[in-house]
């Protein structure tokens, strides 16, 4: 989906913040639990769909996207998670905040689950897929001009463009038809070269740059 | 596709956190302990270091450097290292020639087993949105002058296969033992934002 957490390219964030050394894994104490029920919930709904999880990042609003952090950022996409699969019911995260600051809040009763009916074929993300690639190294593509409305990993920003392929990668799941439940459609993934005024305009600094992309998101270039 | 706003009401993450495990724990969907674990192995034991072991190996072991360059995932895994976020890693090579240099656009993806969790600024928007833009302007701003005659070469992370930067190793260090390396190796050089200085 053209959502916010589609970056690239995107202006106006303004300067790079500079690395620090030792900077700690986590912040504060709440980031490390936050990171750790995040983890531990998407395990509770239908395995470890990290494309699932990815997709209710990028549905928080742009409020629950920005302004709790990278970690209150999983936190709130952990809860999207447990809403949508009737773990928890809406109002709750925030009823038992304000009980346990000693307010007399009605905590809403525990709901009946409705987990996706769905499991995946085997951990991880890489599979088997049978057919041989359809593009080999060095064949000139065109990343497809669409806009689905579900989740993709074809990232606007390549959307249209030109660019060869550089290598082949391990077939895996596609993340679009994952992150919904709706079945793995593994694929074969390359590794996508680009120019960067190809993709940017004449005026763009000159770099290569490189992106994975699924079988499906591609288009031969004649 | 609507947006969703769980914390529409802008309470503090952090009180946030502590009733949503208080919930899943009364529950029986989480276990504290477990969390604990979590959270201690990537404070303590997977981090940057790992992947400082991996690059002082290949500077001191070229058949090393070579499976590493080959096939980085079974390279890497040589040397104990694997898990989470590295189903796949493949190794990219910085020369007096060509600097690569990793982001993720989407989200933040990043090679765990070798580097950990990923530092502030490559969560940040300005690193997500402007290194597959402007890659050698973010850099001077991090830090890092690249003369006109390198290439730059940029790696969204757009699938489930991890990068992780092999830096050049610094001149001068050719009597250094394996582990007296490994101590130059920063996070910042594995990613391309840095070089590694002695």
């Not at chain 1, 894994?25 to 029920?37: K, Q, V």
């Not at chain 2, 950990?116 to 402007?134: C, F, N, Q, T």
């Amino acid at each position: 989906m053209d959502g916010i957490a589609d970056m690239g390219g995107s202006q106006g964030w303004g300067g790079a913040s500079v690395p620090t050394a030792d900077e700690p894994p986590f912040a504060e104490p709440w980031e490390g639990r936050a990171f750790a029920l995040t983890l531990l919930t998407m395990g509770r709904i239908s395995g470890q769909n990290l494309d699932a999880f990815r997709h209710a990042l990028e549905r928080l609003s742009p409020d629950d996207y920005m302004e709790d952090g990278y970690y209150g950022r999983w936190l709130n996409a952990a809860e999207l998670m447990l809403l949508d699969s009737v773990i928890l019911a809406p109002g709750a995260v925030n009823a038992r905040v304000h009980r346990n600051q000693g307010e007399q809040v009605e905590e809403p009763a525990a709901p009946e689950p409705r987990k996706p009916d769905y499991k995946a074929t085997a951990a991880g993300s890489l599979r088997t897929v049978e057919a041989e690639p359809r593009f080999a190294v060095g064949d000139r593509v065109r990343a497809k001009d669409i806009s689905p409305e579900g989740h993709t990993r074809l990232v606007g920003y390549l959307r249209g463009r030109r660019g060869v392929i550089r290598r082949i990668l391990p077939a895996a799941l596609l993340p679009d038809s994952h992150a919904h439940f709706r079945g793995e459609d593994a694929q074969h993934v390359y590794s996508v070269g680009f120019d960067s005024q190809e993709v940017w305009g004449p005026d763009a600094e000159p770099f290569r740059l490189s992106a994975d992309l699924f079988e499906s998101y591609l288009e031969a270039d004649s | 596709m609507t947006t969703s706003a769980p914390n529409s009401d802008r309470l503090s993450p952090a009180l946030r956190t502590e009733a949503l495990e208080q919930l899943l724990t009364e529950r029986g969907l989480v276990d504290p302990a477990v969390m604990d674990k979590f959270i201690s192995t990537y404070e303590n034991d997977v981090g940057p270091l790992n992947g400082a072991k991996v690059v002082a190996k290949a500077w001191t072991d070229p058949e090393y450097k070579q499976r590493l360059l080959d096939e980085g995932t079974a390279a890497i895994k040589e040397l104990g290292f694997s898990g989470p976020q590295g189903e796949h890693i493949v190794v990219l090579e910085n020369t007096a020639a060509v600097h690569n240099v990793v982001v993720c656009t989407l989200c933040s993806c990043y090679p765990w087993p070798v580097l950990g969790l990923p530092p502030s600024w490559y969560k940040d928007p300005a690193y997500r949105s402007r290194m597959v833009r402007e890659p050698r302007i973010v850099l001077a701003e991090m830090g890092l002058e690249l003369g006109e005659d390198v290439d730059v070469a940029v790696w969204d992370s757009s699938s489930e296969v991890r990068y992780l930067v092999l830096p050049e190793r610094p001149a001068g260090t050719e009597d250094h033992a394996e582990s007296d390396l490994a101590a130059l190796v920063t996070r910042d050089a594995m990613v391309g934002v840095a070089k590694v200085g002695t």
